[in-house]
């Protein structure tokens, strides 16, 4: 300013005027973008607080004093998200009631019955009959709470990430294979496992157990008696690849996609009369995605047997891990 007030006057040209207007433009450009912040900086702490709220379910402190607009959506966002929470913990109460002391009484009455028909001879077939009727419509019973129950928790799973670990495939495999004997034993089915001791997942423990355990009560559930259901995995790249085989009722190659769907109207009842739910298959397809996995089925057609494929992250033999169940069901 002091070289343009040596200057005589009019002798300003129209770049130094040019520049003074720059100048004059910038410095109104920060102080309007510092505003601009500092009006926007109470916006991103809402936003922060229900990102925060979302993937690690911290409830937000935000200011509920202040009475603009913002002051007004901050406030009702903190009240929102600590009633939601509020809700959450009242319906994860239930679901544990629910799980505890409704499934309870069906477990106790499956025990009863394995022993009626143990005590049971040969002769008296009715009576077994009327056992066996009573049992399917137990596990049947079971079986919807159990589905009810994964798909509750499967919403609070929403938003989260879960603990992977390098799991060994073989004994999960037959751990499941041998928890559910009674229901195979039971259609005098044949489960052969063909899977080599040293394949191993990157994965969830507690969800994967499911997911084979939904997949396999889907086989024995379509299964004829006396027929043989297969559990063969192999490597495929940085996949370990899976599959469920049976010899039962199969479907139509062009309902493999519908059968995922949730409430699929494409479920049948089983050889034994065993009602279908309808999100079995949608549950477990939402599951495998949650451990990084692809689901999906196959079928030559009707009466022609049925094959569900899971392809899932390899892991590295010498990380292999076995945690335990229930503790990594509540991470």
């Not at 670990?165 to 999960?172: M, V």
């Not at 995605?289 to 047997?305: F, N």
Request: aromatic share 4%; proline share 5%; with cysteine.
């Amino acid at each position: 300013m002091t070289w343009l007030a040596l200057r005589p006057p009019g002798t300003i040209n129209a770049i130094h005027l040019l520049v003074i207007t720059l100048v004059l433009t910038l410095g109104a450009t920060g102080l309007t973008l510092f505003l601009l912040n500092q009006l926007m900086a109470p916006i991103q702490l809402t936003y922060q607080a229900l990102r925060h709220y979302l993937t690690q379910q911290q409830l937000p402190n935000l200011p509920t004093e202040y009475g603009d607009e913002v002051g007004i959506l901050m406030r009702d966002i903190h009240h929102s998200l600590h009633e939601l929470d509020h809700l959450l913990q009242e319906k994860k109460d239930l679901m544990y009631l629910f799980s505890h002391n409704l499934r309870s009484p069906g477990i106790t009455v499956l025990s009863l019955i394995h022993l009626l028909q143990n005590r049971l001879s040969q002769e008296r077939s009715r009576e077994r009959e009327f056992a066996q009727q009573i049992e399917r419509t137990i596990h049947g019973q079971l079986n919807t709470m159990d589905s009810l129950l994964a798909l509750l928790r499967l919403g609070e799973m929403r938003d989260q990430k879960l603990p992977v670990h390098a799991l060994a495939l073989h004994p999960l495999i037959t751990e499941v294979v041998s928890d559910l004997q009674p229901q195979w034993n039971s259609k005098q089915l044949q489960v052969q496992v063909d899977l080599a001791p040293d394949l191993n997942v990157l994965s969830h423990s507690a969800i994967l157990t499911q997911i084979v355990q939904n997949l396999l009560q889907n086989a024995i559930k379509f299964s004829p008696r006396g027929s043989t259901i297969q559990i063969q995995a192999n490597v495929h790249q940085k996949h370990i690849h899976l599959t469920i085989t049976d010899q039962g009722l199969g479907f139509a190659p062009d309902l493999a996609e519908a059968l995922f769907a949730k409430f699929t109207p494409h479920g049948r009842k089983g050889t034994a009369e065993e009602k279908s739910n309808g999100i079995g298959l949608y549950l477990c397809r939402q599951l495998v995605e949650k451990i990084q996995g692809r689901i999906w089925a196959s079928s030559p057609g009707d009466g022609q047997g049925a094959t569900f494929s899971l392809d899932l992250p390899a892991a590295q033999p010498q990380t292999v891990a076995r945690p335990d169940l229930a503790t990594e069901q509540s991470a």
